[in-house]
Structure formats: structure tokens, C-alpha cells
């Protein structure tokens, strides 16, 4: 029988920071489970790894503000790369009704203390993109120190940390059963049983059977989203940010030396669907040559596009923290897409909670549990 203090469920992006933040806080007896026989075969490696701090509301705000500087100290904290890219993420509003909303989220951001964020005209948006289609485009916003980070190499960094500091990491360890005793848990994996105090659920799009296993039903489900790669392609300029075309959605950025090609499928329903739909192709290659003309001849090989899951919850927030009816199980789930880019403040939050039962880097109450049976969501508009 083996015991840790803490047991993180979970390998990915999200399960590898809070074990690098325990270790770092001085929990070293930290045991991270991980069912597939690598890391990041989950969610993390197929994330499109934008970072960005342009949110709608405070609590993501603040959970940036601690990410993206993070991410840009990552090598020098950690001995590790996770190749931070401070390109900027480039808001394109086509409509009025897009233009208030942004101007309303850039005073939040600028309240909350983010620096590097301005709104931009029409005008500048086609000076400084003249390959864009910018006719019907009204303004937008731009924050330089957004970008993107490589979500495997920032997951290996964090974990490779923890378990050069003492944390253990068992990989080919599927979880069959979560059993409450004497106020801990037994934990019967594929690789033994370990008992433990805390348990935390970091399962990603999994994360909801792993609840059910201590009788809790929690409201994340998978949903998937496709990402479509180019071929090399040198027409349009490899410094660009992350753009967003607000009218439809897609959006794109620089990867290698072509682009990665984005774009929410209003169509998709959720459930466990990791295989690429080659009739998407179509669908995203319309859109980014309306947008972007030059693209109407870029080149993508199917083989190479692919698919991951999203891990929904009701408002599009995370659950973090400790649950209200099983104590000692907490909840690192339902990040909705931004699992990668705030993973450093997850990690931090979790391990504040766990080991002082309180955080001052957001306000917990606001991402807890109960506010689903309280009435008490709080919906984030900005969701790519």
C-alpha cells in the first residue's frame, strides 16, 4: 500500500502545475496518476496553446495576470522551456455592438492592471494587416503581451520540476475506484493503491466519472473542437498574432513555418469525439479565405489536422476547490478551453487551498462548487 499527501488525478498541462506548486510550496509527497502511458495525450497536446489576458470577466482576468508573467519567467523558474510567444492576440470587430463590447472588457482589464492592452481603429487594423480583408472592420483590441506557449513542452516542465523536487508520477495508472476510509481515501488504480488525505480531480474532459466515483455529479462535459493546420505558407507575415475575427469566430495563428486555423462549430454536440470530421476543412477554409483572401490557396493536408476536447462547464468557468460534500476531494475542472493558459494560477490556487485553505490570488468563492446549486454563475462571453 502506498501514501501520499496529496493525489492529483491527472497528468495533463493542469495536473503537472499543481504538483510543481505543492512541491515548490514544500508538499513534497505528492503522487500525480496519469492512465495513458505518456503525458499530454489527453487535452493538453492537442490544445492550440494561445495565452492570452483578454477576457470578459475579473476572475479570468486575475487568473492571467498571474499566468502570462509565469509563462514569460517559465525557462528561467523552472530550468525548462515552454517556447512563451508574445505576439499578441488581435480582436476584429465588425460591428458596433462587437466595439462597445470590447471597449467595456478593455476598462475591466485595465482596472484589474493589465498594461499592454489597447483598443485599435478600423484604420490601424488595415495599415498594419493590409492582407486582411479589413472593409467591414470597425476596430478592435490588441494586447502584446497575449500569444501562445507549447502546451507539452510547458506540461513537461512543470512535471519534471515536481519530480526532480520529489514529487512521484505514476504514467499506464487508470483509477477504477476512489474509497472514502477514516477520513481519507483508498485509491484502487492499475498500478496498486494508494492512500491519501486529498484528492484531487485534474481529469480534464474526464473529469466527470472520476466525481462520480465519490458520489458527486459534476456538470463538466467534453466537447470537441478541431484544429486545422496549413502547409508551409509564406504570403502572409509569420510575426502576426493571434487574429480573431469576431464576425464568424474563426481565428488563426503563425505555427512553423504555415498557420493553425481555428473556428467553434456551432454544430457540434458534446460527447467523447476525438476523431477529426474531414468535412470541416471546408467549412474553416471558407471562412479564413473570406477574411484572409491570400488564404483561398493554402494548401492542408487532412492527415495532419486534428482533434481534442473542450471540457465544458455550465458558465464556461472553471470548479476549483474543495468539494462541500466530500472534504478533501477538490476540483481542478471544467476550464472550457483555457485549461493550458491558466494553468500556472490553477496551480497556485490549488495548492493555496490545499495547504492553507485559502488564496489571495482570486477570490476561491467565485469558482467553487456550490455556486451551480446557489444560483451563482458567472458567464465569460469571450470564449474562442
Known sequence: MHTADVVLIGGGIVGSSIAYHLVAAGCKNVLVIERETAQG?????????????????????????YSIPFYASFEERLGHPCDYRPQGYLFCATTEKHMAYLRANYEKQIAMGLKNVRLVAGDEIRSMFPLLRGDDIV???????????????????????????????????????????????????????????????CAGAWAAPIAKMVGIDLPVEPLRRMLVPTEPFDLFPHTAPMIIDMSSGFHFRPEGRG???????????????????????????TRAADRVPVFENVAVNPKRAWAGLYEMT??????LGESPEVPGFF???????????????????????????KTDLIDASLLNFSRFADGRMIHETAVL
Open 41 to 65: 495525450k489527453g487535452s493538453t497536446g492537442k490544445s492550440m496553446g494561445g495565452v492570452r489576458a483578454q477576457f470578459s470577466t475579473p476572475v479570468n482576468i486575475q487568473m492571467s495576470l
Open 139 to 201: 476596430g478592435g483590441s490588441f494586447c502584446s503581451t497575449d500569444g501562445f506557449v507549447d502546451p507539452y513542452s510547458a506540461m513537461i516542465g512543470f512535471m519534471t520540476w515536481a519530480s526532480d523536487h520529489g514529487a512521484t508520477l505514476w504514467k499506464n495508472a487508470g483509477v477504477n475506484a476512489i474509497t472514502c476510509k477514516g477520513g481519507g481515501y483508498e485509491i484502487a488504480t492499475t498500478r496498486g493503491t494508494v492512500c491519501t488525505r486529498t484528492v484531487v480531480n
Open 331 to 357: 476540483f481542478a475542472n471544467g476550464f472550457s478551453g483555457h485549461g493550458v493558459m491558466h494553468s500556472p494560477a490553477t496551480g497556485k490556487i490549488l495548492s493555496d487551498l490545499i495547504l492553507t485553505g
Open 259 to 285: 498557420f493553425l486555423l481555428a473556428w467553434n462549430d456551432p454544430e457540434e454536440t458534446p460527447g467523447y469525439k476525438t476523431d477529426f470530421e474531414a468535412g470541416f476543412i471546408e467549412k474553416i477554409l
Open 314 to 319: 455550465p458558465d464556461h468557468h472553471p470548479i
